[in-house]
Structures are given as C-alpha cells and as structure tokens.
C-alpha cells in the first residue's frame, strides 16, 4: 500500500510564491503534516529567515552539527505544532526538482531522511533509506492538491 501525500490548493500557491519571492536565491524552511489512516496532510510551513541570499548548493561545515541540528529543530516542531511529521525543505532556482549531488551526500551521511526540494512550479519529496542495503532506497513522493 502507497502512502498518499495531499497538500491544499492555498498553502501550495504561498510556497511557491515564497519560492518565486527568493530567486534566484535559495530558500529553506519546514513544512509539517498530520497522518491519517493511509494518507499525509500539509498543515503548514515555515521559511527559514536567511540573514545573507544563498544562491547554489553549499556542503555544511559539519555535518554532525547538521544533522544533531535538524533532529533537534524536528523534535521541537513537532511537540510545539502538536503535529506528527515535519520535513524539511529547500528551493531549487533552476527549477530541477530532483536531488543534486548535495543533496544525496547529505540523505547518504543521515542514511534516511525525507528531503522536500520546492521549486517555483512544483513540490517533490524524496524519501531515502541507506540502512538496511548497500544500494539505497530513492523514492519519489508526489504531493497532490486538494482544495480546502
């Protein structure tokens, strides 16, 4: 059984709007979703204020510190949002809504994760798991709209 991704009509269009907004610039933030029975639900997102405009994909200084970093701002998401997932997400400006290089080392040092790439058309996760195979699990989430 797929699990089915749904995200409504309104927050989509201010997603990308924040996306559009950010060219040529990078953005990042959260979203975060409620499960049910066999389905997520958007409930909202968050960008990430950026002192400076990052324009291109930058490996992090420490990638410890990043993931310690990401987990703790989850966990806390999670309990303040009183919410069940929360993703975290960045934009591509050139519009390619599949994982750079970056990304993948990044998926491949966490060895599973959930990465949420926005582009100013589209939203694609990408679901990825490393832990149980030498070969890791890619898979593609599609999130469909629904009007709220």
């Known amino acids: 059984m797929s699990i089915r991704y749904l995200i409504p009509e309104n927050l989509l269009r201010d997603l990308l709007k924040e996306v559009k907004e950010g060219l040529p610039g990078i953005i990042t933030g959260w979203i975060w979703a409620e499960w049910r029975d066999n389905f997520a639900i958007v409930k909202g997102f968050q960008v990430t204020p950026s002192k400076?405009?990052?324009t291109e994909h930058i490996r992090p200084k420490s990638w410890m510190r990043r993931?310690?970093?990401?987990?703790?701002?989850?966990?806390?998401m999670k309990k303040d949002l009183n919410t069940d997932i929360i993703w975290e997400f960045h934009s591509h400006p050139d519009g390619n809504d599949n994982l750079h290089d970056v990304d993948t080392k990044i998926l491949n040092y966490l060895s599973t994760g959930v990465m949420v790439i926005a582009t100013e058309n589209n939203l694609v996760g990408w679901y990825y798991d490393k832990r149980e195979s030498k070969k890791p699990i890619v898979e593609k989430m599609v999130f469909e709209v629904i009007s709220e």
């Open 52 to 54: 400076t405009k990052v």
């Open 67 to 76: 993931k310690k970093s990401k987990i703790f701002t989850m966990r806390k």
